[in-house]
């Protein structure tokens, strides 16, 4: 998730809550759930760049494995 998204998404949030007060608690529910979603994209971003650090230090692939939780399908993706 990029900058300019969580802004967008907080001015639809923003939108929507003032259109129909009525629904304010199932709107919340969903930006919680959009931030939720961008954390853990953001996570995984962290991961795999990790995992490409370790792999142009040259770490074998089972620690890589180890301290990332990646597969090895998903280094070898990170790979090429």
Known sequence: MHHG???NREK???I?????????????TVEQQWR???RQEGRQELV???AR???VKQLDM??????TGLSESELQQLRA
């Open 62 to 67: 089972e620690t890589i494995i180890e301290l």
């Open 36 to 38: 939720q979603q961008g």
């Open 16 to 28: 929507l809550i003032q259109s129909k007060p009525q629904l304010k608690e199932q709107i919340m």
């Open 12 to 14: 639809l949030v923003e």
């Open 5 to 7: 998204d969580t802004d």
């Open 48 to 50: 795999q760049e990790m």
């Open 53 to 55: 650090r370790m792999l």
